[in-house]
Nanobody, 124 residues
Framework: QVQLVESGGGLVQTGGSLRLSCAAS????????MGWFRQAPGKEREIVSF????????YYRDSVKGRFTISRDNAKNTVYLQMNSLKPEDTAVYYC?????????????????WGQGTQVTVSS
């Protein structure tokens, strides 16, 4: 089992920044693709970004490109999401997820471990 714990969420004004962290523990075998998803009230969960184990492959959904940056420190078993120029439409619960098979995928169904989520609220 792999446990994921997110931190760094909060309330910020439009244009502000937040840095989310996700710490992994337990039976991390190495090779996991790590993703950030979000879910706003009344909406489906959507991919925000993912990063491969090596960090070479990174994906961002169009609405966050140029504003969000994903990174990871494998020595610390931690993945980060730096969020700049935040907008009210970024308001959601943000979830960290791990695909233990190492696939590079945007599909939530492929991620087998999930954190509890952290709330991000952007006020207008």
């Amino acid at each position: 089992q792999v446990q994921l714990v997110e931190s760094g969420g909060g309330l910020v004004q439009t244009g502000g920044s937040l840095r989310l962290s996700c710490a992994a523990s337990g039976r991390t075998s190495g090779g996991e693709t790590m993703g950030w998803f979000r879910q706003a009230p009344g909406k489906e969960r959507e991919i925000v970004s993912f990063i491969s184990w090596s960090g070479v492959t990174r994906y961002y959904r169009d609405s966050v490109k140029g504003r969000f940056t994903i990174s990871r420190d494998n020595a610390k078993n931690t993945v980060y999401l730096q969020m700049n120029s935040l907008k009210p439409e970024d308001t959601a619960v943000y979830y960290c997820a791990a695909d233990s098979s190492g696939r590079v995928t945007t599909r939530a169904l492929n991620y087998d471990y999930w954190g509890q989520g952290t709330q991000v609220t952007v006020s207008s």
